[in-house]
């Protein structure tokens, strides 16, 4: 879902669940020659807050790391942008995405 939504938006999905050591990052795309690592939730239910409120501190941390390494491994990428989607399924409701660009991780 997440990758169709990004197509349909004319992203090119590079890398799909890219993973380095013990990290992952969901989506790797590409747009207008800048890069995007892109955190994927999903949420079911909003019993616990919205998907994109579930990223936390720690997460932002694998996710700069895994984003370096992959800077390192493919150094042609010089722009890089940080991207939550969040996607709600709520039951006999079509689903709902929130696309967050450029995120400014601390």
Do not use: C
């Amino acid at each position: 879902m997440a990758v169709d939504y990004l197509l349909q938006r004319d992203f090119t999905i590079l890398h799909r669940n890219w993973r380095w050591s013990r990290y992952e990052i969901d989506v790797i795309a590409l747009k207008d020659q800048v890069i995007h690592f892109v955190e994927v939730k999903t949420r079911h239910s909003l019993a616990f807050g919205y998907p994109e409120e579930s990223v936390s501190k720690k997460k932002i941390e694998r996710m700069l790391k895994s984003a370096r390494e992959f800077q390192i491994q493919y150094s042609e990428w010089r722009q890089i942008q940080y991207s939550i989607l969040s996607i709600i399924l709520l039951r006999n409701q079509a689903p709902e995405f929130f696309f967050i660009e450029d995120v400014y991780l601390y």
